[in-house]
């Protein structure tokens, strides 16, 4: 009883039972599994000072990590963006044969588990595979590259544009493009003028999605990307290299700075979805 | 001249020509090929590629038996802890209203916006020789890093979010009425909450079950870290995957991945019944 007359300025009353075993069983859980062991984290991080953590921020070989991480996550995420709108408009307005597999199977990389996609992406492109062989013939290395770390990025991050844009597209009337179609405007104009603004948000939703999943992914790109330190070593496996060197600090590090960068764009997430709202809701 | 043929003109101008249409479908068709659809085959092919007894005779390999019972024993202990507590956390969320509630929703969707390395490091971080509980761990004789315990830590950490954030929108939308409904004709808390809150919910549970039992199984990047890749004690399927890739026995590779893919298909195909379930869930919701 006491809980609840505590309780009674910071929760709104209510006829249902059960509040207060609830929302302590949440948040003894999300301490224990995720605060407290990111907390150990942020306490490491903070023994080593800002000092140290520049020192390692600035190693030519984990500012090296660190730009293809953020660089070619980018590049993916802006792939997607573009195939990932096409994608969506094609499975949502259009009816042929096999959509709604196809629809399904964009799901994949959320459902295939990372190391599964990592071997069967080294496989496809390197040097003697299905597409690695012809692409070799004319001199085009994808496997072992910064470019193996591009296509796998871009596997990880389409359902996140797909699956943020689809909805929108649903959701828009027809009757709009029908009216700019009779005011005279082409289709082209149609779509750029009436059609694009509306899906700005998602489209930005998903870029920031896509590129925050890049940025710490692990698994599906450690198998294509040859890891070559200073070229193709992304920061999470260098973090891998510096446990098993146990230099916790330089891991702790590293980690640090990416935890920094994925809170950012969280924030970022949550900023766009909040601007897009107000627009919806002006409309 | 009658209104049906201007109103079918109309909507011919409000689309793409037909060349448009077919060009656009076949740019989706081929970018899908090349990133999704040609690297599943693949899997299969690979797996296949000396015949069905050198595929069958990856799994006689008694370290790739215990992989697999280490992979499913992960599941059946972090899946249902992670499930009860999306129960309790969207019960909370979404049948009350109280101060900091968009706050707790964040801090649960943390764990997507972690790398799964850095989520096996944070465990390292305290339970490991150097940790912050490192030495009360060694004192009481515990194995936590490079054992099961930290295997299920970590695996806890990354699907943490997958069953609430199913949970919580669609209650949110069911609302209360039903349960203050419940409550009204003398059931109690329990009951209402076994026999209107629950069944209302159930697709949208199996759902985020589904999907957090999909990562358990096939988490890489966490596993890895806290793991030390202990042939025998503690690899999981994923982490032997990886072993067997390096060490260029491709077809074990990847007839192992080939479970890890079946099981992704799996998910995939109940996940679009799911959907369709839930949306008749919402429409029913609606339209009480």
Not at chain 2, 36 to 63: E, K, N
């Amino acid at each position: 009883m006491t809980l609840s007359i505590a309780g009674a300025s910071f929760k709104r009353p209510s006829v249902l039972p059960g509040f207060a075993p609830a929302i302590g069983v949440t948040l003894v859980y999300l301490t224990l599994i995720v605060l407290l062991p990111l907390a150990a984290l942020i306490l490491k991080a903070s023994g080593l000072g800002f000092g140290g953590l520049w020192a390692v921020a600035t190693q030519p070989r984990v500012l090296a990590a660190l730009k293809t991480t953020f660089g070619i996550s980018l590049a993916a995420a802006l792939i997607d963006v573009l195939f990932g709108a096409i994608v969506a408009w094609t499975l949502t307005r259009y009816r042929f044969p096999g959509r709604r597999l196809v629809d399904a199977l964009v799901d994949l990389p959320f459902a295939l588990p990372t190391a599964v996609a990592g071997i069967a992406l080294a496989s496809l492109y390197a040097p003697n595979g299905w597409l690695g062989a012809p692409l070799a013939a004319i001199g085009v290395k994808i496997a072992f590259t910064r470019w193996g770390i591009l296509v796998a990025l871009t596997f990880v991050g389409l359902p996140f544009v797909v699956r943020t844009v689809q909805p929108l597209i649903e959701e828009l009337e027809r009757e709009v493009e029908e009216v700019s179609a009779t005011l005279g405007a082409t289709r082209w104009r149609t779509v750029r003028r009436v059609l694009l603004p509306p899906l700005v948000p998602a489209l930005l939703t998903g870029l920031a999605l896509a590129f925050a999943r890049g940025v710490g992914e692990y698994g599906s790109v450690i198998f294509i990307a040859g890891n070559i330190a200073y070229v193709s070593e992304i920061a999470p496996l260098l973090i891998v290299v510096k446990l098993e060197e146990y230099d916790y600090a330089g891991a702790t590090a590293i980690a640090a700075i990416m935890l920094v960068i994925s809170f950012v764009m969280l924030l970022t997430i949550n900023l766009i979805q909040a601007w897009s709202r107000r627009r919806v809701s002006h409309v | 001249m009658s209104e049906r043929t201007i109103a079918a003109r109309a909507a011919d101008f409000a689309t793409e020509s037909v060349g448009a249409r077919a060009l656009l479908i076949a740019v989706s068709i081929a970018f899908l090929s090349l990133f999704l659809f040609l690297p599943l085959a693949i899997v299969f092919a690979q797996a296949f590629a000396h015949g069905i007894g050198a595929y069958f005779a990856a799994f006689v390999d008694p370290d790739a038996r215990a992989a697999i019972a280490l992979t499913l024993t992960i599941a059946v202990v972090a899946v249902p802890l992670n499930a009860a507590f999306g129960v309790a956390a969207a019960w909370a969320i979404a049948k009350f209203e109280f101060v900091g509630k968009n706050v707790l929703t964040t801090l649960i969707d943390l764990p997507f916006s972690v790398s799964p390395v850095v989520a096996g490091l944070v465990f390292v971080l305290v339970f490991g020789a150097q940790g912050v509980l490192g030495s009360w761990v060694a004192a009481h004789g515990l194995r936590i890093i490079f054992a099961p315990t930290g295997i299920v830590l970590a695996t806890l950490f990354v699907t943490f979010p997958f069953v609430a954030r199913e949970l919580i929108p669609l209650m949110q939308q069911q609302g209360v009425a039903e349960e203050e409904a419940a409550l009204t004709l003398g059931a109690g808390g329990l009951r209402a909450f076994f026999t209107v809150t629950l069944p209302n919910v159930r697709w949208a549970l199996l759902y985020g079950v589904l999907l957090c039992n999909a990562r358990a199984m096939g988490e890489f990047g966490a596993v890895s870290v806290v793991s030390g890749h202990i042939r025998g004690l503690t690899n999981t399927i994923p982490l032997q995957v990886e072993i067997l890739y390096n060490e260029y026995n491709i077809v074990a590779a990847f007839a192992l991945a080939s479970l890890l893919a079946l099981l992704a298909l799996v998910t995939l195909a109940l996940k679009a019944y799911l959907e369709w379930r839930i949306v008749g869930a919402v429409a029913h919701g609606r339209a009480r």
